[in-house]
């Protein structure tokens, strides 16, 4: 999917005009929603849109289509348009998150952009100033476009750099590393301390489920799990494995010279303000040991059965199954295809003050308030 500049509305300043009232005129919503809305943007600071939609007054896809309609303008599904990361990265990051904008392609004739709210005037000059080129706005979903901004905007170059750096630390005829070489000082400035923060931040960022450490004959091999699919995110001097395995190491509490056992642990971080509970897991591998990181972020809670993309009609056969006296529900599927999601939303979905809920889980992932929750013990059986 392209956009042709031809097609689009040519490249002059659109016309001023608040949003709130275009909306109201067209009774798209009230004059009481809006001013509600109103209210509770001075308290919350977002965009008065994304207030809109946050209050349950209106639906993401139908204000693009209605801003589209009503602006005379195309409205562009990024999940279907294929986006260049030279072209997005023609705008500053800072930019593109301040005035919800992304650049979708680049043509003698100026930058086709996609904006959530192209009624944003201040938004537009700043853009034509910054670029000093004409603009053709489309319009994008507010979603759609946080979640293409967290894609593009990647820290691959950084992680790259810092891991040649932790190779660099390590020397040549190095065949282990001390715990003190791990959290010499304070530990915030050793190289394997940032490149695994920044790993870690670029993890959450782009919600990868986890992240897979992979020693080869000559590199280290690092790859995310995206919405169910491992990708690449960098190939380094495979003496980074061991610092940065063991550090993983220490900070789980596990036994950093064991290296011929699978071991298991956890630990807790902050990461962009965001709760996150990282499991790992330790196997020894030919050319070294594989770690594999599940990222669970506590910060978003969990999901409710509406909102993990299951069908309306599977949707409610599926609840009521889970709402029978009796039975079993069985949740199959490969790693990351969606189990532990499904089965805390029926979880959140059965749980009411008048229902007694107790679980055996090995490990516990999310902890759901008012449900007793029991860790798996294999060891005493």
Do not use: W
């Not at 750099?161 to 400035?189: N, P, R």
């Amino acid at each position: 999917m392209s956009v042709s500049v031809e097609n689009s509305n040519a490249a002059k300043r659109p016309k001023k005009v608040r949003l709130g009232d275009l909306l109201t005129a067209h009774q798209v919503i009230t004059k009481e929603q809006l001013e509600r809305a109103l209210a509770n943007q001075k308290k919350s600071g977002r965009k008065l849109g994304r207030e809109l939609i946050e209050s349950g007054y209106l639906d993401e896809g139908k204000l693009a289509d209605f801003l589209s309609r009503q602006l005379n303008l195309p409205h562009i599904d990024l999940k279907q348009f294929k986006l260049k990361p030279e072209v997005v990265n023609l705008i500053p990051e800072t930019y593109s998150r301040r005035y919800r904008v992304v650049a979708l392609e680049d043509t003698p004739h100026g930058l086709t952009v996609g904006m959530a709210d192209p009624t944003d005037i201040f938004a537009y000059d700043e853009l034509v100033r910054l670029l000093n080129r004409p603009l053709f706005l489309s319009v994008v979903k507010e979603g759609d476009l946080l979640q293409t901004l967290n894609r593009y905007y990647r820290r691959t170059q950084e992680i790259t750099g810092l891991a040649e750096e932790v190779g660099g630390s390590v020397a040549e005829s190095a065949t282990d590393v001390s715990a003190q070489q791990i959290i010499d000082g304070d530990g915030s400035e050793a190289p394997v301390v940032k490149f695994l923060n920044t790993m870690l931040e670029d993890a959450v960022q782009i919600n990868a489920s986890d992240i897979h450490i992979e020693p080869d004959e000559k590199a280290l091999r690092i790859r995310l799990r995206q919405d169910g699919v491992l990708h690449v995110q960098t190939v380094t001097d495979l003496r980074v494995a061991t610092p940065l395995i063991s550090r993983l190491k220490l900070m789980c509490g596990l036994n950093i010279s064991e290296k011929r056992l699978p071991q298991d642990g956890r630990f807790n971080l902050k990461v962009r303000n965001k709760a996150v509970d990282v499991r790992v897991s330790t196997v020894p591998v030919q050319f070294g040991e594989s770690a594999v990181l599940r990222i669970l972020n506590q910060s978003g809670g969990v999901l409710g059965l509406d909102r993990i993309g299951m069908p309306d009609k599977m949707r409610g056969r599926f609840k009521q199954m889970i709402h029978s006296p009796n039975g079993m529900v069985l949740v199959t599927g490969p790693t990351g295809s969606g189990k532990t999601t499904t089965l805390y939303s029926a979880l959140q979905d059965l749980n009411t003050p008048e229902v007694k809920i107790l679980t055996a889980e090995d490990p516990v992932e999310y902890r759901l308030p008012g449900i007793s929750q029991v860790q798996v013990n294999a060891k005493i059986g």
